[in-house]
């Protein structure tokens, strides 16, 4: 019983240096000489308990009679707030520039969930002759429908319709490049 005694006050000791010498001087020099008398004369396994706090002794910081809180101070933050969250885009849909060829003008729309598009509409295909308003409207359902597949401007050109086709997948390409820099209309 002794040897244990001995040694739980001996550990006792030893960290209580440790402490101290690595700087945590939270403990008041009474409780480290305590910490340091050995067991108590009962004989009792328990190390001797620390002091009461007394106004006159001195505190962590070494000024009598002051008192020092673990609690931050009202209206004080330790830790720095969270950075607000990210804006969401201001819509979800992307206009393309409008390009002109020798049939008239393109101008597509992509509508977006994300970075993703899932539709794109025209706002502007030739219509001038009967024949450019057919093949426009052949541009625009294959066309469309292929770059909501393909999630991109690489698309194949409508037969007949090679003008209408190119300026379109330009509107489209330039329309993708302004959705990737996170540009939205």
């Known amino acids: ?3 244990a005694a001995l040694a739980v006050a001996g550990l006792a000791a030893g960290t209580s240096l440790l402490v101290v010498a690595k700087g945590g001087g939270g403990a008041a ?17 328990s190390a001797a308990a620390p002091p009461a706090p007394d ?3 001195p505190s962590a910081s070494g000024k009598p009679g002051t008192k020092q809180s673990a609690k931050p101070k009202p209206g004080k933050s330790s ?3 969270a950075p607000p969250p990210a804006a969401p885009p201001k819509s979800n849909k992307v206009v393309g520039p409008r390009v002109q060829n020798p049939y008239g003008a393109v101008q597509v729309v992509l509508d977006l969930d994300g970075n993703r598009i899932t539709a794109v509409r025209t706002l502007e295909m030739p219509d001038v002759e009967a024949r450019s308003d057919q093949l426009s409207a052949l541009v625009e359902s294959q ?15 409508v037969s007949g319709a090679t003008e209408t086709s190119e300026a379109y997948k330009e509107s489209l390409r330039r329309a993708i490049e302004r959705m990737k820099n996170g540009e939205r209309d």
């Open 55 to 57: 106004a006159a002794a």
């Open 1 to 3: 019983m002794r040897r």
């Open 29 to 45: 020099p009474d409780t480290v000489a305590a910490a340091n008398a050995g067991p108590t004369p009962s004989g009792s396994p």
């Open 143 to 157: 066309l469309g429908e292929e770059a909501v597949r393909e999630q991109g401007a690489d698309l194949d050109t």
């Open 79 to 81: 830790t720095k707030a």
